[in-house]
Nanobody
Framework: QEQLVESGGGSVQAGGSLRLSCEDS????????IGWFRQAPGKEREGVAT???????SYADSVKGRFTISKDNAKNTLYLQMNSLKPEDTAMYYC???????????????????WGQGTQVTVSS
């Protein structure tokens, strides 16, 4: 069964780093618009970063300069390198993919139809 499986979450202190991974077990989603999203308790889900088929990337203003999205097509894996973490980065992080068509770099999380189960990131001050 095709699915996206996240890993790499955990608890870190502010200023620390984590690298999230999202494995595409069905060898399908790396050819789609794919990205990272997060949802904190009581808040709406929001986009963190996306990467298009051609490698174009986009980031939420709140993470620019701190987070880096990348993918390894040979390993069918999407990554999110998170540096200089802040308590406000605490959330459940999800990877999601969709074939579109829509503008991947500005697409709303509502347009993505294929989701992983999420991995928790907790940043303490």
């Amino acid at each position: 069964q095709e699915q996206l499986v996240e890993s790499g979450g955990g608890s870190v202190q502010a200023g620390g780093s984590l690298r999230l991974s999202c494995e595409d077990s069905g060898y399908t989603y790396m050819s789609y618009c794919i990205g990272w999203f997060r949802q904190a308790p009581g808040k709406e889900r929001e986009g963190v970063a996306t990467i298009d088929i051609d490698g174009s990337t986009s980031y939420a203003d709140s993470v620019k300069g701190r987070f880096t999205i990348s993918k390894d097509n040979a390993k069918n894996t999407l990554y999110l390198q998170m540096n200089s973490l802040k308590p406000e980065d605490t959330a459940m992080y999800y990877c999601a993919a969709d074939p579109g068509p829509f503008d991947c770099v500005s697409g709303s999380w509502r347009w993505f139809n294929y989701w992983g189960q999420g991995t928790q990131v907790t940043v303490s001050s």
